[in-house]
């Protein structure tokens, strides 16, 4: 009798653990009817609401739950999304890091993530905003604070980040192919491994930030602020730096043979190292000026 109790007060919390999971993904209608109504809904449950397309550009959707919400081409500029929960994941391992609801030892062992191809985001406020593998292809970011944002393993191909504040943000293994980020403040992000094919970087902010094995292959670094920046092991193949600022970066072990630069560009402070590959040529009153980092 007792292993009979045992079995089904196991299979009570397996099915209440369940659903608490499912209603991740059940928005609340009369939530979703006040935003569509007033644009206000801080604080509201819209788990998987069907929001493509729609206008809700200066919405305030603050600690606003839309994970597994469909935002496809929705205008949300200049929205404040600041604390929003855009993707919830249950699991074992998780326990608690980002949403988790666990009860006992059950989990749903699911991820919920609201999909944005497209959403124009410009303007936005997005402070410390979770956007972990998200797909954000061609998204309009511009303008957005992304200050602290997580958006490691991020699909941004093609993304709109003109003049978008990412200070401190989580790039790593992102995919920035051909993204803008044009006079974007990058300053202390972390880039390590993403993968950066063409993309304009003209007049962007990158001091301090790491681009340790980055691949900035063909990427546009036109007067831009890479003061500080680590770019060890980086593929820097036809990359642009004329007239970039250069002052203390960390060009080691990477090959320079062909990337651009010019007379403006200032390579004054930089640190290479035996390994490094300077362009045929490359003027040596220059490298008087940089500081060969040796192994200890």
Known sequence: MKIKLTILAIFVIFLSACQDCNAKKTYNSGHLKRLLKTKKCPKCDLSGADLSNVDLAGADLREA????????GANLSNADLTGAELRWRDDVGD????GIAEIGDFSCNVTYEATL????LQGAKLTGVDFTGLDLNGANLAR????????GGADLRKANLEQANLRRADLENARLYDANLRKANLS????????LYDADLREANLEQAN???????GANFLQANLKEVNLNRANLSNANFDSAFLDKAKLTNINLE???YNKETQWKGAYYSEQ?????????????????????
């Open 65 to 72: 739950e839309l994970s597994a919400a469909k935002l496809d």
């Open 95 to 98: 326990k608690g890091k980002m």
């Open 117 to 120: 191809i497209g959403v124009n």
């Open 144 to 151: 957005a604070n992304l200050e602290r944002a997580n958006l």
């Open 188 to 195: 202390n992000a972390n880039l390590r491994v993403s993968f």
């Open 211 to 217: 681009l340790e094995r980055a691949n900035p292959r």
């Open 258 to 260: 062909n990337v651009t």
């Open 276 to 296: 490094t590959i300077f362009p045929s040529g490359f003027d040596e009153n220059i490298k008087k000026q940089m500081r060969l980092l040796k192994k200890n």
